[in-house]
């Protein structure tokens, strides 16, 4: 059964403290490892899309990677505004499996 | 531009009363539509899609039933309401036939039923 894992359930950083949240998936063929960000009482926000290992997303402070079996969202120098939860889903036939999230809390 | 409509923003239901929510997509033609339950701690659960008009795939079976009478708008509903049904419902869309495009979702309903 195809299965989307993310870890850990909650961060807390300071401002400026850089971390990573992981993404683990077991999905047989991967056809597409998505991040997206939901802000409280919104839907989910589309980030990046990766499609196969080795390949990098960048988007302001964000860096999301993949390898085959993991996938990470690397958050460098956080604000406050990054504070949310980070979801990542995998292609799993006509729509996408999500895991739980990662709730992130940026402190100034 | 293409953009998604969910309403209401929330709503608060007596148990065993009817549900209707209302999606709507516009600037884009024949997109796959989807229908997931956000819950605390559970993450999103794939309620139904549809890839065409008429057409509605259930994942999981429930008390809720899907409809798709216009090509750009997706209904989902309820003929007599659980406490269980509570939770965060959210509309999306992808182009069609790109099973590997992300999926672009709408602000979502907050339901309550008490």
């Known amino acids: 059964e195809d299965q989307v894992t993310q870890s850990p359930e909650a961060l807390r950083l300071q401002e400026g403290e850089s971390s990573s949240l992981n993404c683990s998936y077991t999905?047989?063929?991967?056809?597409?490892l998505f991040w997206y960000r939901q802000d409280p009482g919104k839907g989910p926000e589309f980030l990046f899309t990766?499609?196969?290992a080795g390949e990098e997303k960048e988007k302001e402070r964000l860096k999301a990677t993949l390898t085959k079996k993991e996938s990470f969202l690397h958050i460098t120098a956080p604000k406050p505004e990054d504070s949310a939860t980070y979801l990542c889903?995998?292609?799993?036939?006509?729509?996408?499996?999500f895991g739980k999230g990662t709730s992130l809390l940026v402190t100034p | 531009s293409q953009t998604i409509h969910q309403w209401p923003a929330t709503l608060v239901q007596p148990v065993g009363s009817p549900l209707s929510l209302e999606c709507t997509v516009e600037?884009?033609?024949?997109?796959?539509l989807y229908w997931y339950r956000q819950a605390a701690g559970r993450g999103l659960q794939l309620l139904f899609y549809?890839?065409?008009?008429?057409?509605i795939s259930s994942e999981v079976p429930q008390n809720l039933s899907a409809s798709r009478p216009q090509d750009r708008q997706f209904i989902l509903s309820s003929k007599k309401l659980l406490l269980s049904d509570s939770g965060f419902y959210l509309c999306?869309?992808?182009?069609?036939?790109?099973?590997?495009?992300?999926?672009?979702f709408g602000n979502g309903t907050r339901l309550t039923v008490t």
């Open positions: 999306a869309w992808r182009k069609t036939g790109a099973v590997d495009s992300p999926l672009h």
């Open positions: 999905v047989s063929g991967l056809r597409g």
């Open positions: 990766l499609y196969s």
């Open positions: 889903a995998a292609v799993s036939g006509y729509a996408l499996n």
């Open positions: 600037g884009t033609s024949n997109p796959n």
């Open positions: 549809s890839v065409g008009i008429g057409q």
